[in-house]
């Protein structure tokens, strides 16, 4: 059994080895981080080293790393970064903190939820009352919203009081995409692409020349050109180029992400040959991720 100063070294050890990029933790980099002596830490290091926790490597460069058996102790999983579920505070991702488990503690009446999250870095940094992201996790996709209303250093686990819990379903976009394109000729004028955009009831169409994609008309492109008295515009003249395709198998997660970095709500679903197969709005995923479609 683990004294509670034994754990919190652990903890610490853990905490910047992730962040150290494999090289060895100096004593006194976990001793200024506990804003304990290092002589202290030195003397708990033994012991950790007898109990098969903290493996010591020597010379100038040398240090301590945690083992296996500490992240099982600890009951934190030894993952890659690559897997590593982010944490944000309104908004900014929250550097050197991932979340190891996330456990639901109590749902006893709708609207009230309370999940504790076993955070690996310096939860410190978060306080009572702020509210924070959690996830997307890497297999399910899921992602909690809550605001701080507990934290334990000791054991770095927050308590959150969740206001929001939700999951990207594991579908391909081709599975959510609306099929049979409705296309504009690049050569069209721009009040022939509204009244297309208009009847339609759609906020946007791919220009296609010979069974290739050009380029992508909005409503907003339309509104702005007639705006600007460029009514008599071709529509390959206020088109946006480089549309972005997305192959048939993506996931559904994976497109939110395009669409979040790319700043745009729509994406040309294509097969293996590059045929355009259909497209995916933001408001397709959104409804999918609802459960309303």
């Known amino acids: 059994m683990l004294t509670s100063v034994q754990k919190e070294i652990l903890q610490s050890l853990i905490n910047l080895y992730r962040n150290s990029e494999g090289r060895s933790v100096k004593g006194e980099e976990i001793a200024e981080l506990m804003k304990r002596n290092p002589g202290t830490i030195r003397n708990q290091m033994q012991s950790l080293r007898s109990l098969g926790l903290v493996k010591g490597v020597p010379g100038p460069r040398g240090g301590y790393k945690p083992t296996i058996k500490a992240y099982h102790t600890l009951n934190i999983q030894d993952t890659d970064k690559k897997s590593q579920v982010p944490v944000y505070k309104s908004g900014e991702l929250v550097k050197d903190i991932t979340v190891a488990k996330i456990e639901f503690t109590s749902i006893p009446h709708p609207g009230e939820c309370e999940a504790a999250i076993k955070a690996v870095g310096n939860i410190k940094t978060l306080d009572l009352g702020d509210k924070i992201r959690v996830g997307p996790t890497p297999v399910n996709k ?27 379903p594991k579908k391909r976009v081709i599975e959510v995409a609306t099929p049979n394109l409705i296309t504009l000729d690049g050569l069209s004028t721009i009040r022939d692409a509204a009244r297309v955009l208009s009847t339609n009831s759609i906020e946007g169409a791919p220009v296609m020349d010979d069974g290739e994609i050009r380029g992508m008309v909005t409503l907003s492109d339309i509104s702005r050109a007639l705006a600007e008295s460029r009514e008599e515009m071709k529509v390959v003249d206020i088109m946006t180029k480089n549309t972005i395709t997305v192959n048939e198998d993506l996931m559904i997660a994976d497109a939110i992400e395009i669409m979040n970095k790319k700043h745009i709500g729509r994406l040309i679903v294509v097969d293996p040959a590059g045929n355009a197969r259909g497209i995916v709005t933001r408001t397709d995923l959104l409804d999918k991720i609802a459960g309303l479609k």
């Not at 899921?142 to 000791?154: A, I, K, N, Q």
């Open 142 to 168: 899921l992602v909690v919203d809550g605001v701080v209303v507990g934290r334990d250093d000791m054991d770095s686990i927050i308590l959150l009081d969740t206001t929001a819990i939700r999951s990207i």
